[in-house]
């Protein structure tokens, strides 16, 4: 007995919306990866030469061939440190205070 | 402020060391190759830099650990590593960047970009007369012909595409 096509219209909506959200999801990754495939199975030394890729080149998977760093490279891993405290963001001096507008009524809080 | 000193979140800090090197220690130039281009390069980086590479191991061992000791021996390391990268991109570009764009698009995989690689090993012999050689296999398996597991990649149809235009450009 044919199955009458009205029957198999619920199994192509569910096909084709599955299919929409996968590889819609998949392409979305490739092409925030830089039209580059996801890195997987990344050891802490994958992980430490990507952070090093990102240094050298700034962009997310960036990749370059220079045999030499630019000059920013020697001092790109610096950070700004800073002891954790729960009251890091509660107590102002008064020029912070002044320079995002908790004074001056002009909030900005970028 | 004065309470500004007892709170503790407000001393802020770089993570920078503030002790000078020693002057015998030069300065040197950083390796600016990211992941794929350096793990491209890494059997003939090994092949010319062996008996720096070996010194600077030699070293560590011998100083244990060797952070400050070795600095020396590291330095000539890493010039021996940019002088190859500079001889890889100057004679072998193309060849280069087909193989890294490969790799970082196979999640690094060496086994997957065998096509391209037989290329880069082709030029880099060539030009640099430097040849990627395993150290303590039975067999080199980038010389294998048929090799089981090749990836599902692109790399077959590029570097056909890529030898047809180094063709096309050596009669014009």
Redesign the interface.
């Known amino acids: 007995m044919p199955v009458p096509f009205e029957g198999l219209l619920p199994y192509a909506i569910m096909t084709a919306f599955f299919g929409l959200a996968g590889h819609g999801t998949g392409f979305i990754r490739y092409w925030d990866n830089g039209w580059?495939?996801?890195?997987?199975?990344l050891d802490a030394w994958?992980e430490k030469?990507?952070e090093?890729?990102f240094l050298?080149?700034g962009v997310k998977?960036?990749?370059?061939?220079?045999?030499?760093?630019?000059e920013h490279?020697?001092t790109s891993?610096?950070?700004?440190?800073?002891?954790w405290?729960p009251?890091?963001d509660q107590?102002f001096?008064?020029r912070e205070r002044l320079y995002r507008g908790y004074v001056t009524g002009e909030w900005d809080f970028s | 402020?004065v309470l500004?000193e007892y709170?503790?979140?407000?001393?802020?800090?770089?993570?920078?060391d503030k002790n000078k090197l020693s002057d015998d220690i030069p300065e040197v130039?950083?390796?600016?190759?990211?992941?794929?281009?350096?793990l491209s390069a890494s059997y003939f980086i090994g092949a010319k830099c062996k008996p720096y590479n070996e010194d600077f191991m030699l070293c560590k061992d011998e100083n244990n650990g060797g952070t400050v000791e070795c600095l020396k021996e590291g330095r000539r390391v890493t010039r021996c590593a940019?002088?190859v990268?500079?001889d890889?991109?100057k004679y072998c570009?193309d060849e280069?960047?087909l193989h890294?764009?490969c790799l970082?698009?196979?999640?690094?995989r060496l086994g997957h970009c065998r096509h391209s690689e037989k290329l880069l090993n082709k030029c880099v012999f060539d030009n640099l007369k430097l040849e990627k050689k395993i150290p303590g296999v039975q067999e080199q398996i980038h010389l294998k012909e048929n090799p089981i597991f090749q990836g599902s990649s692109q790399d077959k149809s590029k570097s056909a595409e890529f030898l047809k235009l180094k063709e096309a450009e050596a009669k014009n």
């Open positions: 580059k495939n996801d890195r997987f199975n994958d030469m990507m090093r890729d050298l080149t998977r960036g990749q370059s061939s220079d045999p030499i760093a630019p490279f020697k891993h610096i950070q700004l440190q800073r002891y405290t009251y890091r107590y001096i008064f | 402020m500004g709170f503790i979140g407000r001393h802020n800090w770089e993570n920078v130039d950083e390796v600016g190759a990211t992941s794929a281009p350096l940019v002088s990268l500079k890889i991109n570009f280069f960047k890294y764009e970082e698009q196979e999640n690094h």
